[in-house]
């Protein structure tokens, strides 16, 4: 089983069952975990922002514009921010850890 | 004075509006409510120009291809649209109930029909420590009326249409101070070059940064810290603009005594209705085994429940399903010569 750690916003890491293929809101969302993900994962909200391991950040394909543009909606943005709807997992990916965001 | 309708939807995204079509074909007159100043709910706000390829028989079509298409679709029922405000309160009368809107409109009608997605769409907070006690006053996330801001020290923050927007606005009669994360901006381009112009001409301030904290300082002004990679600036201003888009509440319809799962609606499968007669729910507001989010399972609940809506508003009439493709009477509704 590959897996991803998610940080919660007290600080809690939870260790999660991640699908290839799945992007990681999705996996972070049907955890039950709390991402807000209002859009969907169309790339059009700022609601599953996280933080990624920095580590890991740089293998991870790099941020389109829309995805850019739409962090400006997010708060406390650091250089090691994504939204989670714009990143798919695969196996590289395995035991990645990302923190959720302030809402 | 109060209106008078059959139904009221709250919501006028594409699920409140196709309802438009399913209940005007069994002559039920409906007004919808929506907060945002447009129909078409998230599709028009959040994503109009991304595609859809999930609606039957439209292989690919815009979010707001789809919400032009279903007006033109609901047109010839005429609904009564009241934009930018919200239902606030609803009160059960013996024929139904009389809703209020926060603009103070009352509307008496027989069937409320709940099609409010993930529910109003209002500013997004700035999540930062006492704000709460500073917003509305000094920290405004929409300017009713900008005279308030004449000649005072202003902090913007954003960089979509609305910050760029009031930054040229209120660069003619203030001073303004405007703060993003980055040096690109999503606005509108023109927008975006006016805004560099004033700043050339030494008529607006640009900050790069985020803004950490906020405070009210002795001499009545905010006391703004923000950050730009390592370093903390501040900077002393009179009123603070926020300007991060929008989110969505569920609002006051979490007051209303409806059975709530999780923020969501608890429906029937039969008619959509909730566990208060004459009160629906439809499209991604209410959850029932087996629901899906989408856009296609609310049209299908839309026609669900104006079937049952129908026995409501018109209790003594029998309901005889008819096809658009063969019915003269529905031809006649819908303009067809």
């Given at each position: 089983?590959?897996?991803?750690?998610?940080?919660?916003?007290?600080?809690?890491?939870?260790?999660?069952?991640?699908?290839?293929?799945?992007?990681?809101?999705?996996?972070?969302?049907?955890?039950?975990?709390?991402?807000?993900?209002?859009?969907?994962?169309?790339?059009?909200?700022?609601?599953?922002?996280?933080?990624?391991?920095?580590?890991?950040?740089?293998?991870?394909?790099?941020?389109?514009?829309?995805?850019?543009?739409?962090?400006?909606?997010?708060?406390?943005?650091?250089?090691?921010?994504?939204?989670?709807?714009?990143?798919?997992?695969?196996?590289?990916?395995?035991?990645?850890?990302?923190?959720?965001?302030?809402? | 004075?109060?209106?008078?309708?059959?139904?009221?939807?709250?919501?006028?995204?594409?699920?409140?509006?196709?309802?438009?079509?399913?209940?005007?074909?069994?002559?039920?007159?409906?007004?919808?409510?929506?907060?945002?100043?447009?129909?078409?709910?998230?599709?028009?706000?959040?994503?109009?120009?991304?595609?859809?390829?999930?609606?039957?028989?439209?292989?690919?079509?815009?979010?707001?291809?789809?919400?032009?298409?279903?007006?033109?679709?609901?047109?010839?029922?005429?609904?009564?649209?009241?934009?930018?405000?919200?239902?606030?309160?609803?009160?059960?009368?013996?024929?139904?109930?009389?809703?209020?809107?926060?603009?103070?409109?009352?509307?008496?009608?027989?069937?409320?029909?709940?099609?409010?997605?993930?529910?109003?769409?209002?500013?997004?907070?700035?999540?930062?420590?006492?704000?709460?006690?500073?917003?509305?006053?000094?920290?405004?996330?929409?300017?009713?009326?900008?005279?308030?801001?004449?000649?005072?020290?202003?902090?913007?923050?954003?960089?979509?249409?609305?910050?760029?927007?009031?930054?040229?606005?209120?660069?003619?009669?203030?001073?303004?101070?405007?703060?993003?994360?980055?040096?690109?901006?999503?606005?509108?381009?023109?927008?975006?070059?006016?805004?560099?112009?004033?700043?050339?001409?030494?008529?607006?301030?640009?900050?790069?940064?985020?803004?950490?904290?906020?405070?009210?300082?002795?001499?009545?002004?905010?006391?703004?810290?923000?950050?730009?990679?390592?370093?903390?600036?501040?900077?002393?201003?009179?009123y603070l603009l926020p300007f991060f888009g929008l989110k969505m509440e569920l609002g006051p319809i979490a007051n209303w005594g409806l059975n709530l799962n999780e923020n969501l609606i608890s429906v029937d499968t039969e008619k959509f209705e909730t566990?208060?007669?004459?009160?629906?729910?439809?499209?991604?507001?209410?959850?029932?085994?087996?629901?899906?989010?989408?856009?296609?399972?609310?049209?299908?609940?839309?026609?669900?429940?104006?079937?049952?809506?129908?026995?409501?508003?018109?209790?003594?009439?029998?309901?005889?399903?008819?096809?658009?493709?063969?019915?003269?009477?529905?031809?006649?509704?819908?303009?067809?010569?």
């Amino acid at each position: 089983m590959t897996k991803l750690l998610v940080k919660d916003r007290n600080g809690n890491i939870s260790e999660i069952k991640a699908e290839t293929g799945s992007t990681l809101m999705e996996i972070i969302r049907d955890a039950g975990m709390d991402i807000e993900a209002a859009c969907g994962g169309c790339c059009a909200c700022a609601t599953c922002h996280i933080y990624v391991d920095e580590k890991l950040y740089k293998s991870l394909p790099s941020k389109d514009e829309d995805e850019e543009s739409m962090l400006d909606q997010a708060f406390e943005v650091k250089p090691n921010s994504r939204l989670a709807c714009q990143l798919e997992f695969n196996d590289d990916l395995e035991g990645l850890l990302v923190e959720l965001a302030p809402e | 004075m109060i209106k008078k309708t059959d139904v009221v939807i709250i919501g006028a995204g594409p699920v409140g509006l196709f309802a438009v079509f399913e209940l005007g074909l069994l002559n039920i007159n409906v007004h919808l409510v929506d907060n945002l100043d447009k129909p078409g709910g998230q599709c028009a706000e959040l994503y109009p120009e991304k595609p859809i390829y999930d609606i039957p028989a439209r292989p690919k079509i815009t979010a707001q291809e789809l919400i032009d298409d279903l007006l033109k679709q609901i047109d010839p029922f005429k609904p009564t649209f009241h934009f930018n405000q919200q239902v606030n309160s609803i009160k059960k009368i013996e024929e139904g109930w009389i809703l209020e809107t926060s603009e103070k409109i009352k509307i008496e009608c027989k069937c409320i029909i709940i099609a409010a997605g993930a529910g109003s769409f209002v500013p997004r907070k700035l999540p930062i420590e006492g704000i709460e006690s500073l917003e509305n006053k000094r920290v405004l996330y929409s300017i009713k009326d900008k005279s308030i801001l004449q000649d005072k020290d202003i902090l913007i923050a954003g960089g979509g249409d609305s910050a760029l927007d009031w930054t040229n606005e209120l660069a003619k009669i203030s001073n303004v101070t405007l703060i993003h994360r980055r040096k690109e901006f999503r606005a509108a381009p023109d927008s975006v070059s006016k805004m560099i112009e004033l700043e050339k001409q030494n008529k607006i301030i640009f900050e790069l940064g985020q803004i950490k904290e906020i405070y009210k300082n002795s001499k009545d002004k905010l006391d703004i810290k923000y950050q730009n990679d390592d370093t903390i600036n501040s900077i002393e201003v009179d009123y603070l603009l926020p300007f991060f888009g929008l989110k969505m509440e569920l609002g006051p319809i979490a007051n209303w005594g409806l059975n709530l799962n999780e923020n969501l609606i608890s429906v029937d499968t039969e008619k959509f209705e909730t566990s208060i007669p004459t009160i629906f729910a439809i499209g991604d507001i209410n959850t029932y085994p087996g629901k899906l989010k989408l856009i296609l399972s609310g049209f299908h609940e839309s026609a669900l429940m104006a079937q049952q809506c129908f026995k409501y508003c018109f209790p003594d009439k029998k309901n005889i399903f008819k096809y658009t493709t063969s019915s003269k009477e529905l031809h006649k509704k819908l303009g067809i010569k």
